[in-house]
């Protein structure tokens, strides 16, 4: 299983080695430096990535595929959009030169200079200006080079965005409005460049979040954040840039939001997560049911908000165990959201406490990532924990 | 003036001492102090400019010299020790920039206040901090400065406020400390300083408000290396005269590659301030020769020819140095003793970062609040419990 993610690492650096030579990116490095593989020493052990990636199968009902990782995914979903709606643009520090994570390579070229373009540092701005140029009827698509930056615009986003429809009795909205941000950890990104905000936004009506666990679901996901009438968030997994590759179809397609997934079904333990993580917890099914002959169903949220309470709670009914896991500090986190919704609508059906395994309560550390992801022993912990509660 | 000179700069003299034995068979026949003709800084709402003769002594200039030095090559040896993976994370290179941190450390004293963004390495090192903390820092060792919690971005030291990774976030702190300054009426001030990219974020312009209105002995400093991560000053401002985009603020254009011309207009900014004629800005024409991080290569948004061309004709340290050699103020010798000093302080300092251990696992929840006796922190679940001290 790890050796299939290192193949995919593998096979990413080399293409990456051909095409930074004139690229100039700061996050390609990033990643290409990111889940080094090699077991020749403690150090670089110790970067080894700490998650399996599974891929979606392929899909048969969009029409032709291609093989893309993440970041390709997004960027066609973009190619997409930009050629089916005149009024899209593009815009976000360094997108024209195709973006730190080249999210938006070639877009620029093709669609000019005038729709996809560079804005100032200035991430309030972005946000501001996106919100009056999607009011005003564009289909405004705002990149914020990190979700770690995504504060300074957050004023933007949860008083003016999330709030117009509803303080002008529906006459104004900006529901045009796409925010699409790296998102969590990647190895070595440190305090400002690993964090999984979702939770504060979650605890904002009016906007919706998205994060997608791979290139099939991002570029559907995607494409129906930027369709949605409300405005979205869109958080990029910036860890699977690379390390994830699917078949991806070429056309336009659309995943509902507001959906969760039962990705593997289950008896014994419902799992539930989103992005990377949703990898994580397939590997811990796969051992449960190996060491302990649990069955776990995996349930992938993919919607923060408006979150699909329905396939949790009916999964729960049937399992009657709940675990949660995200990157972010478990305090606060959306898991507690999920976890006490579940605990109101199912208290009966439930065989041990809900359980939460994500970050420390600590600012993301720097050379303790390690130890601070809630990798798949911690998960693993927590299910024996309530199979024997 | 010259007595205004920082004690760091005289510590870093006392530190060359071997290059000052080379010298003291010849010593009489240096010239000890000679007058430098620079550059003139375009002035905005200034009536008075900086002077365009200045003098530097020779003992001066080899201060000057070492310092720069010393930042170069531990730059470089960073990048080094990033592309062997013995650095990780995120990494902002300073060389090409030396003469701003040496020439804005030259006029001000070791009690005024300074504060940065994440481009820190150089000024951790002119506030103080020794190369083998700011190395063992960057490797995320015990022997850090910041105990390997921080890593490149995130280094202080007494009176240096770091060290901060949101772009433009530090200004407004800038401007608190020059608050506190103020307010206990100790005539210190507090340079703040910020990029190119950072000028244009909203809280700027607030704090130029705030800072104009109550007259805050705070030192603007602008640091324009011409490109905010990738993209060139003219396609990211609407004025690039960053010097006057203070508006009410008076503002300075300085060389930033002259040591000297950084070193007379910090001095001139300095004396404003304490005149208590409130804020002032300046802006240092400077050049990275790296990319904006390390995993930026730096070529494709500016020509490989750009970055020569700099180098050869501009770059700050050979300007020192010719002016050194040209006035007859120090021989070639004896800066290659320097030279050799800087390299084995730069390569003990690595020795030290790739073989210092790495901070013990209690750290990863220590330093999150005052507190005592300590706290428990939740960890990645609801019950499990690890302490946090301060």
Known sequence: ?389 | MLTNISSLLRACAQKSGAAAAVSVRSYSDFTTQATFEIKKCDLHKLDEAPATEVVMTREEGLKYYHIMQTIRRMELKADQLYKQKIIRGFCHLYDGQEACAVGIEASINMSDHLITAYRAHGYTYTRGGTVKKIMAELTGRRGGIAKGKGGSMHMYCKNFYGGNGIVGAQVPLGAGVALACKYQGNNELCVCLYGDGAANQGQIFETYNMASLWKLPVIFICENNRYGMGTSVERAAASTDYYKRGEFIPGLRVDGMDVLCVREATRFAAEHCRSGKGPILMELQTYRYHGHSMSDPGISYRTREEIQEVRSKSDPISLLKDRLLSNNMASVEELKVIDVEVRKEIEDAAQFATTDPEPPLDELCNHMFSNNPPVEVRGTNPWAKLKSVS
């Open chain 1, 1 to 389: 299983m790890a050796a299939a993610v290192r193949f995919f690492i593998r096979g990413a650096n080399s293409r990456l080695s051909v095409g930074t030579g004139t690229s100039g990116s700061l996050g390609a490095a990033l990643l290409k430096l990111s889940p080094s593989c090699s077991s020749r020493s403690k150090t670089q052990r110790r970067h080894a990535a700490h998650f399996t990636y599974q891929p979606d199968p392929v899909p048969t009902q969009y029409g032709e595929t291609q093989k893309m990782n993440l970041f390709q995914s997004i960027t066609s979903a973009l190619d997409n959009t930009l050629s089916s709606d005149p009024t899209a643009v593009i815009f976000g520090e360094d997108v024209a030169f195709g973006g730190v994570f080249r999210c938006t390579v070639g877009l620029r070229d093709k669609y000019g200079k005038d729709r996809v373009f560079n804005t100032p540092l200035c991430e309030q701005g972005i946000v501001g200006f996106g919100i009056g140029a999607a009011v005003a009827g564009a289909t405004a698509i705002a990149e914020i080079q990190f979700a770690d930056y995504i504060f300074p615009a957050f004023d933007q986003i949860v008083n003016e965005a999330a709030k117009y429809r509803y303080r002008s009795g529906n006459l104004f909205d900006c529901g045009n409005l796409t925010i699409r941000a790296p998102w969590g950890c990647v190895g070595h990104g440190s305090l400002y460049h690993s964090q999984s905000p979702e939770a504060f936004f979650a605890h904002c009506p009016g906007i919706k979040v998205v994060i997608p666990r791979g290139p099939m679901q991002a570029k559907g996901l995607l494409l129906s954040c930027i369709t949605d009438q409300n405005p979205c968030i869109f958080f990029e997994p910036k860890i699977l840039y690379r390390a994830a590759v699917e078949q991806v179809p070429v056309e336009s397609y659309t995943i509902p939001l507001s959906e969760a997934e039962i990705l593997q079904e289950g008896s014994d333990v419902t799992l539930v997560a989103w992005g990377t993580q949703i990898h994580v917890l397939r590997e811990v099914s796969d051992m449960a049911q190996e060491k302990l002959g649990v069955s776990c169903e995996v349930i992938d949220l993919k919607t923060i908000l408006p979150w699909d309470v329905e396939t949790v709670c009916k999964s729960v009914v049937k399992t009657g165990r709940l675990l949660v896991s995200h990157e972010a500090p478990v305090t606060g986190g959306f898991a507690a959201e999920i976890s006490s919704t579940v605990q109101e609508e199912c208290f009966l059906n439930l065989e041990a406490p809900i359980s939460r395994v994500c970050g420390y309560d600590t600012p993301f550390p720097h050379i303790f990532e390690p130890f601070y992801i809630p990798d798949k022993w911690k998960c693993f912990e927590a299910i024996k924990r309530m199979i024997n509660y």
